[in-house]
């Protein structure tokens, strides 16, 4: 099946321990994103990647990092600088940048730091 | 599941009926609009698109309405089922954006069967 897989569903960690979420897509797409999403609210922008080694901040990306050193993996590390950490993080791709291009969702994962 | 649609607008329907879900878009120069479909626990789902050079777009029982005039995208569903019961997203791409979506804050839709 071709897609965007997220691991694990759900993760927990204590405060002030750095997490990695995973996020894999064998779509062969150029673009991936990481997006956060709070109860009530749209999803926000955290991070962006366009083509491999390469990658842009988004509109709340204090507090995390990404790495893209393959086109088809794009992990994001929620650090312990990050406030408020607990919530529903999604992955998307898409084929390329520009209009017209859907982005494609991963499952998400939840997040909940205690 | 998810508590996504906590605090979100509702709309509750009957089965069967046509459902009308409503979004304000922010910038007048976004040239295309996606509508998603998120389950409770589930990433968003593509619905359907349209571009800014219609103002009508139509699928399997889902139509979308672009209205420029005002900003205003709908996203009507026909024959509304139960498994329609979901949050519902309008996204655009204003220009110069590197192809990232801004996405409005959802909409609740629930069946009554």
């Known amino acids: 099946d071709g897609g965007i897989t997220q691991s694990p569903k759900y993760l927990f960690r204590k405060e002030g321990q750095n997490v990695t979420l995973s996020c894999e897509q064998n779509?062969?797409?150029?673009?991936m994103y990481w997006y956060r999403q709070d109860p009530g609210q749209g999803l926000r922008l955290i991070y962006y990647s366009q083509i491999v080694n390469d990658f842009q901040k988004g509109d709340i990306a204090e507090g995390y990092s990404v790495s893209r050193e393959k086109k088809e993996s794009f992990p994001l590390t929620v650090t312990s600088a990050q406030k408020n950490p607990t919530a529903f993080y999604l992955c998307?791709?898409?084929?390329?940048?520009?209009?017209?291009?859907?982005?494609?969702f991963g499952p998400g994962t939840r997040l909940t730091v205690t | 599941g998810e508590s996504v649609g906590l605090h979100l607008p509702t709309l509750s329907v009957q089965e069967g009926d046509n459902s009308i879900i409503n979004c304000a878009y922010s910038?007048?120069?976004?040239?295309?609009f996606i509508w998603y479909k998120q389950e409770s626990g589930k990433g968003p789902q593509f619905i359907i698109d349209i571009r800014s050079n219609m103002d009508k777009r139509q699928g399997q029982r889902v139509t979308v309405l672009l209205n420029k005039t005002v900003k205003h995208l709908s996203l009507q569903i026909a024959a509304t089922q139960p498994g329609d019961s979901a949050v519902y997203f309008c996204a655009e791409n204003p220009p110069k954006s590197q192809g990232n979506l801004i996405f409005g804050k959802g909409t609740k839709l629930s069946v009554k069967p």
């Open positions: 998307a791709s898409s084929p390329g940048v520009g209009p017209g291009l859907e982005q494609y």
């Open positions: 779509l062969n797409h150029d673009a």
């Open positions: 910038n007048s120069a976004s040239d295309y």
